[in-house]
């Protein structure tokens, strides 16, 4: 009776077992492996493609520029690459003042120093990264307000 229960609830993985499953997988393998093997790799790029769409979207950049913005910095590269544009475009524009025009300029100084201080940050142990990053997205939201009140958003 206990010999009978032991067999009923045994669920081991012995040698001939694992002999067994060897030799139906030389068997089967080669006739699987190139019905398979397509269907994997484009189940692989598909699920990359969409991985990659989900960083851009969260970078707030373009799939094609995400390789741009890579670290534990890569948000705010990223920001930091759009306050630049709209810095450059305020500079272009016919109907920006002398005042705007001039802000611009320091903004785009400034935001070079705050892309090195991301850069310099990569290395640096966890507490004090965290710190630089913080600095950095407190000066960069003071940067965005003015931008956007000059630009008139």
Same mark, same amino acid.
Do not use: F, I
């Given at each position: 009776?206990? !010999?009978k229960a032991k067999v009923e609830g045994e669920a081991r993985f012995t040698p001939k077992k694992a002999k067994n499953a060897v030799a139906v997988a030389k068997v089967l393998g080669p006739a699987v492996i190139p019905v398979v093997a397509p269907f994997a790799v484009r189940a692989a790029g598909a699920a990359r493609e969409a991985y990659d769409r989900y960083q851009a979207r969260k970078l707030g950049v373009s799939v094609d520029k995400l390789g741009l913005y890579t670290g534990r910095g890569a948000a705010l590269h990223a920001r930091i690459a759009g306050v630049a544009d709209g810095c450059r475009e305020l500079q272009k /524009? %016919?109907? $920006? /003042?002398t005042a705007d025009q001039e802000f611009a300029k320091d903004s785009l100084g400034t935001l070079e120093?705050? /892309? $090195? /201080?991301?850069? $310099? $940050? %990569? !290395?640096?142990?966890?507490? !004090?990264r965290k710190s630089v990053h913080r600095a950095v997205a407190g000066e960069l939201e003071r940067l965005e307000g003015q931008l956007l009140h000059r630009l008139g958003l």
């Open positions: 009776m206990a !010999r /524009s %016919e109907k $920006a /003042s120093q705050l /892309s $090195a /201080s991301v850069r $310099a $940050a %990569e !290395r640096m142990p966890t507490a !004090r």
